[in-house]
């Protein structure tokens, strides 16, 4: 059983910038990857970004330039540090890991993201 537990959330105004955690309760050498999705009310969650140990994998169009996601191994943490928020980007932000053994997928609770105009 892996846990994320993400942080970070919170309003913020258009053009600022949050930095959002993710904290797993297993070592990140034991998860294949990880990454951040997003949710807005009426929508489909969507892929924001993914890392794995080598490094940051995919990022949605919609956020490259802005967004980065990076990671501490020795915090077994994830981050995504968020700039020039824009209102589209408002949201609950996921953070998603997949184990190397059976691939078992497991997601946090959600951190609410709000960017006002």
């Known amino acids: 059983q892996v846990q994320l537990v993400e942080s970070g959330g919170g309003l913020v105004q258009a053009g600022g910038s949050l930095r959002l955690s993710c904290a797993a309760s297993?070592?990140?050498?034991?998860?294949?990857?990880m990454g951040w999705y997003r949710q807005a009310p009426g929508k489909q969650r969507e892929l924001v970004a993914t890392?794995?140990?080598?490094?940051?994998?995919d990022y949605a169009d919609s956020v490259k330039g802005r967004f980065t996601v990076s990671r501490d191994n020795a915090k077994n943490t994830v981050y995504l540090q968020m700039n020039s928020l824009k209102p589209e980007d408002t949201a609950v932000y996921y953070c998603?890991?997949?184990?190397?053994?059976?691939?078992?997928?497991?997601w946090g609770q959600g951190t609410q993201v709000t960017v006002s105009s």
């Open positions: 998603q890991a997949t184990t190397k053994w059976r691939a078992y997928d497991y």
């Open positions: 890392i794995t140990s080598g490094g940051p994998v």
């Open positions: 297993v070592s990140v050498f034991t998860l294949s990857i």
